[in-house]
């Protein structure tokens, strides 16, 4: 799957990126709620749960979205929902992260499900390594990689997915999608998700966010029991990161982002 990165800035602005008349989160969503849709095609994208593409146009902006509509909560052997991306895209606006596109919940051919926007123009961070492609600043790429397992480890998704992991080839920013199988109700962080840098910023974020908080935000997407367990994972995650900081020092542990 290909999604398009979105770049959170001051006062909820996006980047270029986007169409020019879109300069806010809100009037994205908006735009991906009410647009007519001139096309939805069902047999081109592949994975667990069969999205369809769907073309979109208002006025003189058209573009292109992922539309997931399975929702299979309850069946652990083959767990996924369309809820987990909304989930997904809720908890990355929370943290105040451009890891998740922009997606929302809308109503195509009598199935309701998740519509994100699509990427235009990406790299899977396997391909970019199959391809041997380095970033102009490889150290503030690795810097971004560190977030992007952060936020993984606390979606309870796979961390180090290279072939969710996108790149824009134009800007180097990095975005993580589907988390249709995510927030499993597992209160601990997988051993595969190794935590040992964070962004200063996100860790303090992090440190001070309440379970209350999270709950009102996410109450609609996830049940209760999957809202536990994801506080768990963000306290077990800053608890990490302050063991890292004791043994090594602040300096070592945590970054700033640029």
Same mark, same amino acid.
């Given at each position: 799957?290909?999604?398009?990165?979105?770049?959170?800035?001051?006062?909820?602005?996006?980047?270029? %990126?986007? +169409?020019?008349? &879109?300069?806010? !989160?809100?009037?994205?969503?908006?735009?991906?709620?009410?647009?007519?849709? *001139? =096309? #939805?095609?069902?047999?081109?994208?592949?994975?667990?749960?069969?999205?369809?593409?769907?073309?979109?146009?208002?006025?003189?902006?058209?573009?292109?979205?992922?539309?997931?509509?399975?929702?299979?909560?309850?069946?652990?052997?083959?767990?996924?929902?369309?809820?987990?991306?909304?989930?997904?895209?809720?908890?990355?606006?929370?943290?105040?992260?451009?890891?998740?596109?922009?997606?929302?919940?809308?109503?195509?051919?009598?199935?309701?499900?998740?519509?994100?926007?699509?990427?235009?123009?990406?790299?899977?961070?396997?391909?970019?390594?199959?391809?041997? %492609?380095? +970033?102009?600043? &490889?150290?503030? !790429?690795?810097?971004?990689?560190?977030?992007?397992?952060?936020?993984?480890? *606390? =979606? #309870?998704?796979?961390?180090?997915?290279?072939?969710?992991?996108?790149?824009?080839?134009?800007?180097?920013?990095?975005?993580?999608?589907d988390f249709s199988g995510g927030f499993r109700p597992t209160?601990?962080?997988?051993?595969?998700?190794?935590?040992?840098?964070?962004?200063?910023?996100?860790?303090?974020?992090?440190?001070?966010?309440?379970?209350?908080?999270?709950?009102?935000?996410?109450?609609?997407?996830?049940?209760?029991?999957?809202?536990?367990?994801?506080?768990?994972?963000?306290?077990?995650?800053?608890?990490?990161?302050?063991?890292?900081?004791?043994?090594?020092?602040?300096?070592?542990? &945590?970054?700033?982002?640029?």
């Amino acid at each position: 799957m290909r999604f398009l990165l979105c770049r959170l800035l001051l006062a909820g602005a996006v980047s270029g %990126q986007f +169409p020019s008349e &879109l300069r806010t !989160f809100k009037e994205i969503e908006a735009y991906l709620a009410s647009a007519p849709i *001139l =096309a #939805a095609e069902k047999d081109i994208e592949t994975g667990r749960t069969l999205p369809w593409r769907v073309t979109l146009k208002q006025g003189q902006i058209q573009a292109r979205a992922l539309f997931k509509h399975v929702d299979r909560r309850t069946l652990q052997s083959s767990r996924h929902s369309y809820r987990y991306e909304l989930a997904a895209y809720a908890l990355s606006r929370l943290l105040d992260l451009d890891i998740v596109p922009p997606a929302i919940e809308r109503t195509i051919e009598g199935r309701t499900g998740s519509l994100q926007w699509y990427a235009e123009n990406c790299l899977t961070e396997r391909d970019r390594r199959r391809l041997k %492609q380095d +970033p102009p600043d &490889l150290a503030v !790429f690795l810097r971004r990689l560190e977030i992007v397992q952060v936020f993984e480890a *606390l =979606a #309870a998704e796979n961390c180090g997915d290279q072939d969710d992991t996108l790149i824009h080839q134009d800007s180097w920013k990095i975005c993580r999608v589907d988390f249709s199988g995510g927030f499993r109700p597992t209160p601990s962080i997988a051993s595969a998700c190794v935590i040992r840098h964070c962004s200063r910023t996100l860790f303090h974020r992090l440190e001070g966010l309440e379970r209350a908080v999270i709950a009102n935000q996410l109450k609609r997407l996830l049940d209760p029991e999957e809202i536990d367990a994801l506080f768990r994972r963000i306290r077990q995650v800053v608890e990490t990161l302050k063991t890292e900081i004791r043994e090594k020092g602040e300096s070592a542990v &945590l970054f700033d982002e640029k």
